[in-house]
């Protein structure tokens, strides 16, 4: 399916950023 192909990607993309957001506010006091 073409129309999900974009989706996946930006899933890709975005998840390790979110990952690295939410490593930030743990490691944040």
């Known amino acids: 399916v073409?129309?999900?192909l974009?989706?996946?990607i930006v899933?890709?993309?975005f998840v390790p950023f979110s990952?690295?957001?939410l490593i930030a506010k743990l490691?944040?006091?």
Do not use: C, D, R
Request: aromatic fraction near 6%; hydrophobic fraction near 35%; charged fraction near 15%.
């Open 27 to 29: 490691k944040s006091p």
């Open 19 to 21: 990952y690295h957001e």
């Open 11 to 13: 899933t890709i993309l």
């Open 6 to 8: 974009p989706v996946l």
């Open 2 to 4: 073409v129309g999900s």
